[in-house]
């Protein structure tokens, strides 16, 4: 009852459903689109679905991706691009703590979040206290440079290296050093063919509910008092 009569008084519900009553047709629209988002938002990419009726439209909570329309990098691109990297004056915790802070959003039930389109570096995730936004702002900047080196560079060539296959390589050096500091020698795969979203096909209603409160791997309480 209280609903119900929401509808009917409250100065915002009530000029809402006014509009809804006196224009039936855009009232069908907003609603196909809703019901629409009910049904799908956990179905993961639009890449995922199937049949005729799949609408040519894509919706920021689709978390979509522009696609690869460039050569990707071989394994002495990736190898070049891990000594610039290295050679940076970016620490490797710096670079391990950039590559796991894209990397942990990763969810694979419907495939939202992780390092694919370099997502870190758009809102809210970037302002994220838990990602260290002033280490994460340089560390970026950085990255980006290198990437827009090495871009000039291939442009002959057609190769282009986007930021979160960057990230995902710095993440992979980064160890590699580590290890081979301590004495070791360690390989670490690497598949590149990422692309980067923009700031619009950013789900940013989503993604400003979803900043994590805390994070054992990376010892994060975004609340002491409830330590």
Not at 2 to 9: E, N, V
Not at 68 to 75: A, I, P, Q, R
Not at 174 to 187: D, H, L, P, S, T
């Amino acid at each position: 009852l209280t609903a119900d009569l929401a509808l009917r008084f409250d100065p915002i519900y009530a000029e809402i459903c006014k509009r809804f009553l006196e224009n039936p047709e855009y009232f069908e629209k907003v609603f196909a689109r809703a019901w629409f988002k009910l049904t799908h938002r956990d179905m993961g990419p639009k890449e995922l679905y199937l049949g005729p009726e799949v609408p040519e439209e894509e919706f920021p909570w689709q978390d979509p991706l522009p696609r690869v329309d460039h050569e990707l990098v071989d394994d002495k691109d990736v190898e070049e691009l891990k000594r610039e990297v290295l050679s940076s004056g970016i620490s490797i915790p710096q670079l391990v703590y950039t590559c796991f802070s894209g990397m942990v959003t990763y969810r694979h039930s419907d495939r939202k979040g992780g390092l694919n389109g370099a997502r870190l570096r758009l809102e809210p995730q970037k302002n994220w206290e838990v990602n260290h936004p002033e280490d994460l702002s340089r560390v970026l900047n950085i990255l980006e440079g290198i990437r827009d080196s090495f871009n000039k560079r291939k442009a002959k060539e057609g190769k282009k290296v986007s930021l979160s296959d960057l990230i995902a390589i710095s993440g992979c050096a980064a160890i590699e050093e580590a290890v081979r500091k301590a004495g070791y020698q360690i390989k670490i795969p690497f598949v590149p063919g990422r692309s980067d979203a923009t700031q619009e096909q950013n789900d940013l209603l989503f993604w400003s509910q979803v900043e994590p409160v805390a994070c054992g791997f990376r010892n994060y309480l975004k609340d002491k008092a409830i330590n």
